[in-house]
């Protein structure tokens, strides 16, 4: 007997959303992964690659400060160089694609009924929302962040009632201020529940990535032995395309996220619950039509 897909629109509580992330996952592993690295990959590969270069400069820099033949102005116009703050603006792309595909992968699941989409289907959502949600997502990090500078706390808070954000933009296409403040009324009553979701999500993520880092630490050090070159370019290279496969683990995260948004307004819609009802009330009304005479 086939395993029942989840059901994006019903209401957990949090074991049960845990748990449906990962069977989730599963379910889609293949066709989900391939929409996010065919849509996402790309600025992957763009930001590991400066963010390369610009950790090389910044190294390189280090060096000739330490043996004397550059100056502290050397170093911090390497430090804040183009590559860098080019480094920032494509790590902001990477991070809102990222989202986009998965919100857009999930969405078109929901519509197909609970059925996993290819990467022809999640395309044009994907490319309908990415500006519209690139531009919104500046003034939203910049209110994290400066939540984040006032003692944590409200960083903390904003980080939590904000994470629905982009599936309001994207699931139900609403403007800036109609995603903003649905955001607190959604999570107002659940927020304890959300940021425990949100905790163990970006747990998992940073332990996946932090193995990958620790196989490529081990790589360099081993490596190492065998060589009197210097081999601090090759460590940026390998650990910076070790980077690249770390980002699939910010899937579970961003799963848990959104399986949170659908849980979230399920309690407040019922939207799950209606589509059923309407399902079988067709069905019933089917079956009660009166046998064709002959």
């Known amino acids: 007997m086939a395993e029942q897909q989840v059901e994006l629109r019903k209401i957990r509580d949090f074991s049960e959303t845990l748990n449906d992330t990962l069977t989730f996952i599963r379910q889609n592993l293949k ?5 996010f690295l065919s849509i996402a990959g790309a600025f992957m590969l763009l930001t590991t690659a400066v963010t390369a270069i610009n950790q090389s400069r910044m190294s390189d820099a280090f060096k000739g400060f ?12 390497a430090i804040f160089s183009v590559y860098y703050f080019l480094t920032i603006f494509l790590m902001l792309l990477t991070f809102v694609a990222m989202k986009v595909v998965v919100i857009a992968y999930m969405k078109v699941y929901d519509e197909k009924g609970s059925e996993s ?3 022809a289907e999640v395309w044009p959502v994907f490319t309908a929302y990415f500006l519209k949600v690139l531009v919104y997502s500046v003034p939203v990090s910049i209110i994290i962040t400066i939540g984040w500078f ?3 706390v409200p960083g903390i808070y904003l980080w939590v009632v904000l994470a629905p954000f982009e599936a309001l933009i994207i699931v139900e296409n609403r403007s800036f201020g109609d995603a903003f403040s649905r955001c607190f009324n959604l999570v107002a009553k659940n927020f304890w529940m959300s940021l425990g979701i949100y905790v163990i999500g970006m747990i998992i993520y940073y332990f996946g990535s932090w193995i990958l880092t620790g196989i490529a630490g081990m790589f360099v ?17 390998i650990t910076s395309l070790l980077g690249v496969f770390g980002y699939v683990f910010y899937i579970i995260y961003l799963v848990a996220v959104n399986l949170n ?17 309407d399902t079988f009330g067709n069905t019933q009304s089917g079956q009660n039509q009166p046998e064709e005479q002959y």
């Open 261 to 277: 948004y659908y849980n979230l307004t399920e309690h407040y819609e019922g939207t799950g619950m209606l589509r059923k009802l």
């Open 117 to 119: 989409p290819t990467l």
């Open 66 to 77: 330490s043996s004397g033949s550059a100056n502290p102005f050397g170093i911090l116009s």
């Open 221 to 237: 050090g081993f490596s190492s032995l065998f060589t009197l070159k210097d081999i601090s370019n090759t460590t940026i290279i």
């Open 31 to 35: 066709p989900l992964v391939i929409s």
């Open 150 to 152: 006032m003692c944590l």
